[in-house]
């Protein structure tokens, strides 16, 4: 009796556990399916689970179209993703370790101020971002999308909550064998705390991917946009383009299923060793 219970609830957990994984796969169904049909199959009221040809020749159509310079912005997007994480992570990161670390009586006081700029809505500093990005010639240039966002609290937060928890053992043996605070973060330190490095690096790499406005406001000429605003210009006043925005959309995501399949699991557990509850 008991065994067919244990099986009963195995079975129910398996079948949820299905039913959840459609229900989150029929975002992509929807994307492949338009992205692969034509106007006609995409706006018709008969709903048709596949369409009736599949146009492959979408995903030419894509690249081809002079007017939005697409394969430029998933070059934009993929150079601000990563230098935006990997400045993201060694700012964050060294700005962690030194609120953890370094002996400073003001240390407490610098941290709670970097935890209250949080506090301040992204509307408050947009303005004066814009015109400081301006004023400096960096309109439609690389160094105006990736230089204002380089800098995380929230990354810093969660540096400093791993540091505080790392063995100090570790750091003592180094201070021994005679290395200072900047060795002992770049040997000792950043080797054993890849996994946060993980986590962090790809919560920033999506939010950089995925961002938009301010993309939208600085990359102002077309050799600047970015993906996300490459795909709002195929939905514009003057024209609807629905295939090929269901086309771009689904190429637009592919980078971003691949860094979270590689580090999912990093996810969860660096998390987890920064501390947050």
């Known amino acids: 009796m ?18 959840l994984a459609l229900l989150f796969l029929i975002p992509f169904y929807l994307l ?39 394969a430029r912005s998933l070059l934009n ?8 994480t990997l400045g993201t992570l060694l700012l964050a990161s060294l700005a962690g370790y030194g609120l953890a670390r370094i002996p400073y009586r003001h240390a407490d006081k610098v941290f709670y101020g970097v935890l209250g700029t949080l506090l ?10 814009f015109v400081l990005v301006s004023s400096l010639g960096w309109i439609s240039t690389l160094r105006g999308l990736i230089v204002p966002t380089l800098f995380s609290a929230f990354a810093c937060f969660v540096f400093r909550q791993y540091f505080l928890g790392f063995p100090r053992e570790l750091e003592d043996a180094a201070q021994v064998d005679g290395l200072g605070y900047w060795r002992t973060y770049w040997l000792i330190v950043v080797p054993n705390a890849r996994p946060v490095f993980a986590a962090v690096g790809t919560i920033v790499f999506l939010g950089a991917w995925n961002s938009f406005l301010w993309p939208l406001v600085i990359g102002q000429d077309q050799s600047a946009w970015t993906v996300q605003v490459a795909l709002s210009s195929f939905t514009t006043a003057q024209v609807i383009r629905l295939h090929e925005l269901f086309v771009a959309a689904a190429v637009s995501i592919l980078p971003l299923l691949v860094v979270f ?17």
Do not use: K
Not at 6 to 13: D, I, K, N, S, T
Not at 261 to 277: A, H, K, M, P, Y
């Open 261 to 277: 399949l590689v580090f999912q699991r990093w996810i969860v557990t660096g998390v987890e060793r920064s501390g947050i509850d």
């Open 2 to 19: 008991d065994d067919a219970l244990v099986r009963a609830g195995r079975a129910l957990r398996l079948a949820v556990l299905i039913a």
């Open 120 to 129: 301040i809505p992204a509307a408050v500093t947009f303005v004066p971002s």
């Open 77 to 84: 997007s993929a150079l601000i993703a990563v230098a935006t």
């Open 32 to 70: 492949l399916r338009n992205g692969l049909s034509s106007e006609r199959d995409i706006t018709s009221p008969e709903w048709t689970f596949f369409p009736h040809e599949l146009r492959w020749d979408n995903v030419h159509e894509l690249f081809a179209d002079t007017s939005v310079p697409f």
